[in-house]
């Protein structure tokens, strides 16, 4: 297992390409199955986790192909992936796979919407709390599908096809307004989410849905309507920029000082968390080439925050944030309204010399004047990255374990940091 050390105490300058979002990508992907034409994506991030559900699309019959690089091309141009599922083999979805990334799980709906029926093993993925999957087989079982539980596994049936319906949910929930909008474009009649979940991603999917064939109005609101068709078509389509990659790196810069360009990163994606860390001290611009932001020598002003669904704070820069506030010249408050239990890195942060106290869902942060470099273990994707902004900031060395955590969801990373002069580097195979 990989280990990744990092010595304190450098300014970030430079430029950091933004890749294209994870929490795009995966949907985009599995949007394949929908269709027996080859659908297209470019700007496709270079993450465990993509190649984990090429493996899992593969499963079911899809051919993935990876695009060679053109004449130009950097390591930093994001790949084009061609998916081809002329032929679905195989509709389900095993449990060695599934379990180790939860997203995986949404294939469930297109396998149903297109061949009606579908076996997927219930998810696993990072330990942040239950994480059910109640509303996403609620929402199924309204467009008039069957769902049994058999031995760990969800059984969906629907032999007649599905058909459009008024599906309310509780919770917006990002992954069930993906599968219900995936599901719902193949089934019969007319369909309407309320209180549908409105991030970003969900806007590109549906974009890119709609350039198959698929007839979607509303999508990055909270009512959506789709109106079923009888089949989609392939498509090409470029997967939107990481808002996660650019807020964590904006955060670093926050936090180490110093003047990056976070390259092809748009305001608009996360505005809620670049309003906190202009309140915080880091000034940040727009351009047309991206977000350049920079901090210079003042203190870091303490900013409290509550993760709530887009467009407010996201919770997957919920720990990020909480490493910038372990040096603020005062005390933060940040409440994690999204999942129970995302409190992992607290004790990790520790380790550094940081002061941080749980109050339920709430975590107070008094800031110190110094971090001191520790052995620390990467414990969820988000945690993980928020132990190397903190360890960019402090005193010594700092080695963070389990960073495949880091690898599922962060392109390059120390590539990245490294050409912006942080001493950070990859010890491979190492216990
Ligand atoms: C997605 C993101 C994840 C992000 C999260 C919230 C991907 C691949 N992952 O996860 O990075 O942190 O959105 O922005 O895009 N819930 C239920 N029942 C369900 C489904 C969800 O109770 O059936 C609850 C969850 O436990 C959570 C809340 O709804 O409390 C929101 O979860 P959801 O938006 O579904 O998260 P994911 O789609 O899993």
């Known amino acids: 297992m990989d280990k990744i050390r990092i010595v304190g105490g450098n300014r970030l300058k430079g430029i950091i390409p933004i890749s294209g979002a994870k929490n795009a990508a995966l949907p985009l992907m599995i949007a394949s199955l929908l269709t027996k034409d080859t659908l297209t994506l470019e700007n496709l991030p270079q993450l465990a986790d993509v190649g984990l559900l090429q493996r899992i699309l593969g499963n079911h019959g899809v051919d993935c192909a990876i695009a060679g690089k053109r004449p130009g091309e950097t390591s930093d141009s994001g790949r084009t992936i061609h998916l081809t599922a002329g032929e679905i083999v195989d509709t389900t979805a095993p449990y060695e796979l599934v379990s180790r990334m939860r997203a995986s799980f949404w294939v469930i709906a297109p396998l149903l919407a297109r061949m009606g029926e579908a076996k997927v093993s219930l998810p696993g993925g990072c330990a942040i709390g239950t994480r059910p999957v109640d509303l996403l087989l609620m929402a199924l079982e309204k467009l008039g599908a069957r769902i049994e539980i058999e031995n760990g596994y969800v059984v969906a049936t629907a032999a007649k096809g599905l058909r ?57 609101q ?6 079923g068709v009888g089949s989609l078509a392939g498509a090409r389509h470029a997967v939107l920029p990481d ?23 748009r305001a608009d994606l996360l505005q809620a968390a670049l309003d906190a860390l202009q309140r915080a001290g880091a000034h940040v611009g727009e351009s047309n080439e991206g977000l350049r932001v920079t901090r210079d020598g003042g203190a870091i002003a303490p900013v409290d925050v509550v993760t709530a669904p887009f467009p407010a704070f996201p919770t997957d820069l919920q720990a990020q944030f909480m490493a910038l506030m372990t040096r603020a010249n005062g005390v933060a408050r940040i409440t994690e309204t999204i999942f129970e239990n995302r409190f992992m890195h607290v004790q990790e942060l520790a380790r550094f010399g940081a ?77």
């Open 222 to 227: 909270s009512v959506v309507e789709i109106e």
């Open 164 to 220: 459009g319906a008024e599906i309310e949910f509780p919770k917006a929930t990002v992954g069930g307004t993906h599968t219900a909008m995936m599901a719902a474009s193949l089934a019969h009649g007319h369909t309407v989410l309320h209180n549908a979940a409105r991030e970003p991603e969900i806007v590109d999917l549906a974009a890119c849905l709609v350039k198959m064939g698929a007839r979607i109005k509303g999508a990055g």
């Open 355 to 431: 002061h941080i106290r749980l109050e339920g869902d709430t975590a107070i942060i008094e800031g110190v004047d110094r971090l001191e470099g520790a052995p620390v273990m990467a414990t969820d994707l988000r945690a993980s990255v928020s132990l190397v902004i903190a360890a960019l900031a402090a005193r010594g060395a700092t080695t963070v374990s389990r960073v495949y955590h880091l690898d599922r969801g962060f392109e390059r990373l120390e590539h990245k940091l490294q050409g912006c002069g942080a001493e950070i580097e990859r010890l491979s195979g190492q216990e």
């Open 243 to 265: 808002r996660i990659e650019a807020g964590t790196y904006a955060m670093a810069v926050a936090m180490t000082g110093g003047d990056v360009l976070l390259q092809g990163a």
